[in-house]
Nanobody, 123 residues
Framework: QVQLVESGGGLVQAGGSLRLSCAASGSFFSANVMGWYRQAPGKQREVVASITRGGSTNYADSVKGRFTISRDNAKNTVYLQMNSLKPEDTAVYYC?????????????????WGQGTQVTVSS
């Protein structure tokens, strides 16, 4: 059974920093694209950043220059370093991963989500 386990959320003052981690565990072959999404109260879930297995990254315009996504392929773990945090960054942050699962002789790509971690930035 595959799981994504997140950690690192919390309460921080505006201008502060937090680092989120998300580790994929269980039975899968490899992790392709991994990323972070967030959902603020009353708003739709939105992508924050993503990173390919090869290290190519993409960021939402709202976090460019402040957030950095990285990953450790050996540990199947993705990180989100968040600096210069703003109150509008307050949300539940979700880890997402595209994992290759071997089924008999076939490799299939599945999308998995973490349980979410709360990030609250006070003004």
């Amino acid at each position: 059974q595959v799981q994504l386990v997140e950690s690192g959320g919390g309460l921080v003052q505006a201008g502060g920093s937090l680092r989120l981690s998300c580790a994929a565990s269980g039975s899968f072959f490899s992790a392709n694209v991994m990323g972070w999404y967030r959902q603020a109260p009353g708003k739709q879930r939105e992508v924050v950043a993503s990173i390919t297995r090869g290290g190519s990254t993409n960021y939402a315009d709202s976090v460019k220059g402040r957030f950095t996504i990285s990953r450790d392929n050996a540990k199947n773990t993705v990180y989100l370093q968040m600096n210069s945090l703003k109150p509008e960054d307050t949300a539940v942050y979700y880890c997402n991963a595209e994992l290759v699962v071997v089924e008999a002789t076939t490799r299939r790509l599945y999308d998995y989500w973490g349980q979410g971690t709360q990030v609250t930035v006070s003004s």
